[in-house]
Nanobody
Framework: QVQLVEFGGGLVQAGGSLRLSCAVS????????MGWFRQAPGKEREFVTG????????GYADSVKGRFTISRDIGKNTVTLQMNSLKPEDTAVYYC????????????????????WGQGTQVTVSS
């Protein structure tokens, strides 16, 4: 079994930055593609960013492109989301997700393709 725990959410003013981390424990880490999703009140869950298990391929939602950066440290079993130039519309609960994959260079943007999820961390951006 795989457990994911997110850290780093909080309250920040518009234009500020936050760094989210996702700690992965349980079964072998290195062949998991990872992703971040978010869900705002009254809205559906949406893809934010994803990274392949070898870390070489990443993808971003258009709404965060150029502001957010995903990275992973295989040795520390962590995935990080650096969020800069935050906007009030970034306010949401952010979830870390993982899935086994045999494709080292692929990331996944469909939430239904992920098997493991963290409990979520709240990010609030004030105007």
């Amino acid at each position: 079994q795989v457990q994911l725990v997110e850290f780093g959410g909080g309250l920040v003013q518009a234009g500020g930055s936050l760094r989210l981390s996702c700690a992965v424990s349980g079964r072998t880490y290195s062949n998991y593609a990872m992703g971040w999703f978010r869900q705002a009140p009254g809205k559906e869950r949406e893809f934010v960013t994803g990274i392949s298990w070898n870390g070489g391929t990443t993808g971003y939602a258009d709404s965060v492109k150029g502001r957010f950066t995903i990275s992973r440290d295989i040795g520390k079993n962590t995935v990080t989301l650096q969020m800069n130039s935050l906007k009030p519309e970034d306010t949401a609960v952010y979830y870390c997700a993982a899935r086994l994959t045999a494709d080292s260079g692929r990331y996944y943007y469909n939430g239904d393709e992920y098997r493991y999820w963290g409990q979520g961390t709240q990010v609030t951006v004030s105007s």
